[in-house]
């Protein structure tokens, strides 16, 4: 034992007045600055020591009472007779590892002995899910208690070698029961919070929230139902059992008592997680010395200490390079016109024109790459471009004198204006689709009066990481891509049109970093782990070359992947998955073969019907789909009809207005208003050649009733056009109703397709095109899950098989949850089948089978994502 300061030496150990902890953990000693988390190593959790344990077993540090035994059996915390609150973390961020590998001995409440075991522990599980195994032995009440001789370097047997040494501190009580009543008669302010993060009020939020009131004067109370506990106390914290989704009230009392618990608040905020849907690349592993990592991602958290910020991941992957800022100053146009009103009503017409011809290129430019959700994106704008409301507006302007530039800013303007006004946030997107055409035509005026000063002119350096308060899919059509290697955003949602355009592109990507991200210095060296959705604008050279050497591993795996996708998906005991293609277009069809798509899971033909000024023919239907049955070579094709509505817009398609469109008039529901464009869609398909080709697939069923009613037309239409074999129908499942009724469905349907976008936005009632909900609806949701196991039960009553073509399926968290469902096809993006196929092929089908029940019974998504990393690592 070292002493702490000289008027300490020579006293003895156990001596009156002290106490004395030996190791519950055998191992080398590891000084608390060393342990690898600043939590812990800058003393947020009070005084202590950390050990490395060499032995998966915890005995008791001293006699005591268990005071807090951890959900997920990794901490516990004592009390001992004289009052030291001893706490005993096992590992570092092992609360992520949602209880594998622990297995506690005691109850909270018992007495226990010094040398009682208190937790078995798996060390070669903890090693390998958790960032570190060094272990940490603190005293939470520090402020009450001090360290006076702790154990030297060296190593240290658990139950025997002496650890710590304690002692109250004099008048301690004393002076916080005085701040505590003068406190009292002063203001008093209240505030609840939800707790969003995965673990609740676990240790780090709970050290950070005592961290954030020091200096100030105020005494704050956290209250959870008939539980308090003083924010001076991480144990009493601890000890409210305050998980992810409950809402605590803070108290603050004091002269300062809105600074604390808007103090307390913003730390407990701060760290709230969400995961993306997209996370095939491993988190990088942290240096032995460095801040903890989190393996999923998580928006709008800071830690300034580890030069880390943590946000959303939009499009996974992982790059280096130097972080340049996307110069977006607001062009700001003179109000007056500078000529004659036919002046400035020409200029408006050739801006405008010319950028309908750029959205025009970029259309046809991302079709030929495959690229058809971001074709789809161009081709909108050019609709919007169209919309004579914005167009009458800025003539009107320009009639008034105004200039063309300001007359266009106006009327988009006033556009976005009404939208905020209706209580819809499935409109936040179009508001920012307006945003982007605004700017557009304003730089094509720009560009006009030789005035262009763009950030598309601007010369990027080799590995350009952009960073930008949100991008819209103008910045990211002229951007030079073989020298962007990664997006950063401080706002947007994983959803947007940036972020699938970012997916298609295959650059790395990472939304909602927040305001942070505008602190950086143009030019910093920064490591994107994007599919951890993490920002490292501190580097050391160790980060680096680990971001480069993970960069050129996920490329390996990318091409192991191709040169085996032509092959079948079947997992390690025999059981066969097909791994479908989400398609849209001729173009994709090809893509889906070329990465070896076993079959078309989702046409969707919506870009038929938007895309044009009248509805298409039936034979413009059946050339289409007989285009892309004979590119398939052979493989079917399930084919949606109709579902526009919502989000989808059709120019000539005249239908009242929606409060809500999202539940409106989609889907099947549009034949009530329009049966003609089903009945000519439907004609159209049957006469595709040989009929085998092709499944029609229902959207947006409710019932049985309307199933029975579409076959019955279908059954119909076959009949009149001579047909005598009978085409396959399926229905989707993307509403809670049609899950819930699935064994009704399946006595009329040939199978069920599992929409999990709309399915997991209608069961959490969250728009997944919402920015700030994007983290939060997450399809591995316990309830969405327990919907889709509802689904395959239903089916399985009737031998009909279940697929997902929702974005779920192409997430490798999710596959090995849906297969262990039953679902027996997935269906995913064309350029992700490779991937899914060789993340099937190291799956066990009996394992999944066995656990995935467990994990339908898990509190939130956070805890189902990661309960199935560790269960079925990503590497």
Not at 502 to 531: C, F, M, N, W, Y
């Amino acid at each position: 034992m070292n002493p702490e300061n000289s008027a300490d030496q020579g006293k003895s150990e156990g001596k009156s007045g002290s106490i004395e902890l030996v190791a519950p953990l055998s191992g080398p000693v590891v000084p608390l600055a060393a342990v690898p988390d600043p939590v812990f190593s800058e003393g947020m959790f009070g005084d202590g020591i950390g050990i490395d344990p060499l032995a998966g077993k915890l005995l008791s540090p001293c006699d005591g009472t268990v005071m807090h035994l951890a959900r997920t059996g990794h901490a516990v915390t004592l009390e001992t007779a004289e009052g030291a609150q001893v706490l005993v973390h096992i590992g570092i961020d092992t609360v992520e590892l949602n209880g594998k590998g622990f297995s506690p001995k005691v109850e909270q409440g018992a007495k226990v002995r010094r040398g009682d075991l208190l937790i078995d522990f798996d060390l070669d599980v903890v090693a390998c899910e958790a960032p570190s195994l060094v272990s940490v032995i603190a005293v939470a009440n520090s402020d009450a208690f001090e360290v006076i001789q702790r154990a030297g370097a060296g190593r240290v047997e658990a139950g025997q070698t002496p650890l710590l040494v304690l002692r109250a501190r004099d008048g301690a009580a004393q002076t916080v029961g005085a701040a505590g009543s003068a406190n009292l008669v002063m203001d008093e302010v209240r505030r609840s919070v939800t707790l969003t993060h995965a673990g609740g009020l676990h240790a780090r939020p709970a050290a950070r929230a005592r961290e954030a009131v020091r200096g100030i004067e105020a005494r704050v109370e956290v209250r959870f139902g008939e539980r308090k506990a003083a924010i001076e106390s991480v144990v009493g914290l601890l000890a409210l059992g305050a998980g992810e989704g409950a809402t605590i009230e803070l108290v603050g009392m004091g002269r300062e008592a809105q600074k604390a618990v808007d103090a307390v608040a913003n730390e407990l905020l701060r760290e709230a997680p969400g995961e993306a849907h997209e996370a095939p690349a491993r988190a990088l592993s942290p240096a032995p010395a460095a801040a903890p990592v989190t393996a999923a991602t998580a928006p709008a958290a800071t830690n300034a200490a580890s030069g880390t910020l943590t946000g959303v991941c939009a499009a996974p992957g992982v790059a280096v390079g130097k972080l340049v800022r996307w110069d977006d100053a607001e062009i700001a146009p003179a109000e007056l016109a500078s000529g004659p009103s036919a002046a400035e009503s020409r200029l408006l017409d050739k801006a405008v024109a010319a950028v309908d011809a750029e959205l025009d290129t970029s259309v046809r430019a991302a079709s030929q790459r495959g690229a058809i959700g971001e074709a789809g994106i161009f081709q909108m704008h050019r609709v919007l471009l169209e919309d004579p409301t914005l167009i009458d507006a800025a003539r009107d302007l320009i009639s008034l004198g105004k200039s063309a530039g300001f007359a266009w800013r106006e009327s988009i303007r006033a556009q976005i204006a009404v939208l905020g006004k209706v209580d819809d946030p499935l409109l936040a997107e179009r508001a920012a689709d307006l945003r982007d055409l605004e700017k557009r035509v304003l730089r094509a005026l720009a560009l006009t009066s030789g005035a262009a000063n763009t950030p598309a002119a601007r010369q990027l350096p080799d590995e350009a990481v952009l960073a930008a308060d949100e991008f819209t899919p103008s910045d990211l059509a002229t951007l030079d891509r073989k020298r962007v290697t990664a997006l950063v955003m401080a706002r947007g949602g994983a959803t947007s049109h940036a972020a699938i355009i970012a997916r298609q592109a295959g650059i790395p990507a990472i939304v909602a970093l927040g305001d942070s991200l505008h602190k950086i210095a143009e030019g910093t060296e920064v490591v994107v782990d994007a599919g951890a959705g993490r920002l490292v604008h501190a580097p050391s050279a160790q980060d680096i070359e680990r971001a480069r050497a993970e960069k050129q591993r996920l490329a390996g795996v990318r091409e192991a992947n191709r040169l085996t996708s032509q092959q079948a998906a079947a997992t390690r005991d025999g059981h066969a998955i097909e791994v479908a293609a989400n398609i849209a277009t001729l173009d994709d069809a090809r893509t889906a073969v070329e990465n070896g798509a076993d079959a078309v899971g989702l046409l969707r033909t919506e870009l038929m019907f938007i895309h044009r000024q009248a509805a298409p023919t039936i034979e413009e239907h059946r050339q289409s789909y007989q285009a892309i049955a004979q590119a398939l070579q052979g493989r079917p094709a399930i084919i949606r009809t109709l579902d526009v509505g919502a989000d989808k817009e059709v120019d000539y398609l005249t239908l009242p207005p929606e409060p809500n469109p999202a539940l409106g008039l989609r889907g099947i529901r549009l034949a009530q208003v329009r049966p003609d464009l089903l009945d000519d869609q439907l004609r159209g398909l049957l006469a595709v050649e040989p009929l085998s080709a092709i499944r029609i697939l229902l959207p947006m069923v409710t019932d049985a009733g309307e199933l029975i009613r579409l076959r019955e037309r279908i059954d119909l239409f076959a009949k009149e056009a001579g047909r005598t074999g009978r085409v396959e129908v399926g229905v989707m499942i993307e509403v809670p109703s049609a899950a819930l009724l699935a064994d009704q469905l399946a006595r009329h349907a040939d199978f069920l397709s599992v929409g999990t976008n709309d399915l997991t936005q209608y069961t959490l009632a969250m728009d997944r095109c919402q920015p700030d909900l994007a983290a939060q609806a997450d399809g591995l949701h316990p309830a969405v899950l327990r919907l889709i196991a509802v689904a395959v039960e239903g089916a399985s009553k009737h031998g009909k098989w279940v697929g997902v073509c929702g974005a779920l399926a192409g997430d490798p968290l999710a596959v090995p949850l849906l297969v262990g469902l039953g679902i027996t096809e997935l269906s995913v993006d064309p350029v992700s089948v490779p991937s899914i196929k060789a993340r099937v092929r190291n799956l066990n089908y009996t394992q999944c089978r066995e656990r995935v029940f467990d994990l339908l019974a898990l509190e939130s998504a956070q805890a189902v994502r990661a309960a199935s990393r560790a269960h079925w690592p990503l590497d």
